[in-house]
């Protein structure tokens, strides 16, 4: 299976958008419906609802394309696909939500053959969309939430690394010794903390160098993030054998081992 010619990034960051918007909504609520799953990670009425529009969207615009999204699979529903599929996170960075600091996105991502096709991440609370239109093609444009998106944007590429050294952008929530070990190594000079796939598109957009992931994602994490800054000219790598990231990893349950996104800088 093959992915739609009629299938564009501007439909998919229209969703996103819609998405986004009834995210927003529930984020200035008091009662945000936060629960906790079986893995004890958290899950509020804004996931659930997000996800709900995000597949009803889908099933219009690509009906024979199998969805593996995040709040599905936590319910047991894991459909069968092949080369090509589509990865959806309606909230990444549900930490980041409830904790009201605005880091938190809508991640949609077209997979075909491992690699990650085209993708949007949406940052609805900063009004700040992230495209990957194809694996060479990336931009960024203002999209409120609700609104729909402009034909394209402003094109983005990584920056040649600083003389003085390459800016990490490491997780707010997700720090570990390990990863400080993996900066030391690279020779970081200054680290910038944030949430959710935000991290991928500030390499992409020339504001940090370099990402290190240390321990556990899941595929719908990350496939959004990657397509935008590969297709800015950045590399996502396996940390252990430096090899491209890939997706359809269905032996594993979809999750991903310890990555690193460079911008600039060769792989040690």
Same mark, same amino acid.
């Given at each position: 299976? %093959?992915? $739609?010619?009629? =299938?564009?990034?501007?439909?998919?960051?229209?969703?996103?958008?819609?998405?986004?918007?009834?995210?927003?909504?529930?984020?200035?609520?008091?009662?945000?419906?936060?629960?906790?799953?079986?893995?004890?990670?958290?899950?509020?009425?804004?996931?659930?609802?997000?996800?709900?529009?995000?597949?009803?969207?889908?099933?219009?615009?690509? $009906?024979?394309?199998?969805?593996?999204? +995040? +709040?599905?699979?936590?319910?047991?529903?894991?459909?069968?696909?092949?080369?090509?599929?589509?990865?959806?996170? $309606?909230?990444?960075?549900?930490?980041?939500?409830?904790? /009201?600091?605005?880091?938190?996105?809508?991640?949609?991502?077209?997979?075909?053959?491992?690699? !990650?096709?085209?993708?949007?991440?949406?940052? $609805?609370? /900063?009004?700040?969309?992230?495209?990957?239109?194809?694996?060479?093609?990336?931009?960024?444009?203002?999209?409120?939430?609700? &609104?729909?998106?402009?034909?394209?944007?402003?094109?983005?590429?990584? /920056?040649?690394?600083?003389?003085?050294?390459?800016? &990490?952008?490491?997780? /707010?929530?997700?720090?570990? !010794? +390990? %990863?400080?070990?993996?900066?030391?190594?690279? #020779?970081?000079?200054?680290?910038?903390?944030?949430?959710?796939?935000?991290?991928?598109?500030?390499?992409? &957009?020339? +504001?940090?160098?370099?990402?290190?992931?240390?321990?556990?994602?899941?595929?719908?994490? %990350?496939?959004? #993030?990657?397509?935008?800054?590969?297709?800015?000219?950045?590399?996502?790598?396996?940390?252990?054998?430096?090899?491209? =990231? =890939?997706?359809?990893?269905?032996?594993?349950?979809?999750?991903? !081992?310890?990555?690193?996104? =460079?911008?600039?800088? %060769?792989?040690?």
């Amino acid at each position: 299976m %093959t992915i $739609p010619a009629h =299938l564009t990034v501007q439909a998919l960051a229209c969703t996103a958008s819609r998405a986004g918007a009834l995210i927003m909504d529930i984020y200035g609520r008091d009662d945000r419906g936060i629960e906790t799953k079986l893995d004890g990670s958290s899950v509020t009425e804004a996931d659930k609802r997000a996800e709900a529009l995000i597949l009803a969207d889908l099933k219009v615009l690509c $009906p024979d394309l199998p969805v593996i999204a +995040e +709040e599905s699979m936590a319910e047991g529903i894991m459909p069968a696909h092949g080369e090509s599929f589509v990865l959806v996170d $309606p909230l990444d960075g549900t930490k980041e939500f409830i904790s /009201r600091n605005g880091e938190f996105t809508v991640n949609i991502a077209v997979i075909h053959q491992g690699r !990650p096709a085209m993708g949007v991440v949406y940052v $609805p609370a /900063r009004s700040r969309v992230f495209v990957a239109e194809s694996p060479n093609r990336a931009w960024q444009a203002a999209l409120a939430p609700g &609104a729909a998106p402009t034909p394209t944007g402003e094109l983005l590429s990584i /920056r040649k690394c600083p003389e003085t050294g390459p800016v &990490a952008v490491a997780s /707010r929530s997700h720090r570990s !010794p +390990e %990863t400080d070990d993996v900066l030391n190594q690279y #020779g970081v000079t200054d680290t910038v903390s944030a949430g959710s796939s935000l991290k991928f598109c500030l390499v992409a &957009a020339g +504001e940090a160098d370099m990402y290190p992931r240390l321990g556990r994602t899941m595929e719908w994490d %990350t496939g959004a #993030g990657q397509a935008v800054a590969e297709a800015a000219g950045a590399r996502v790598i396996d940390h252990e054998t430096g090899k491209p =990231l =890939l997706y359809g990893k269905r032996e594993r349950g979809y999750d991903n !081992p310890s990555f690193i996104v =460079l911008g600039d800088i %060769t792989p040690i």
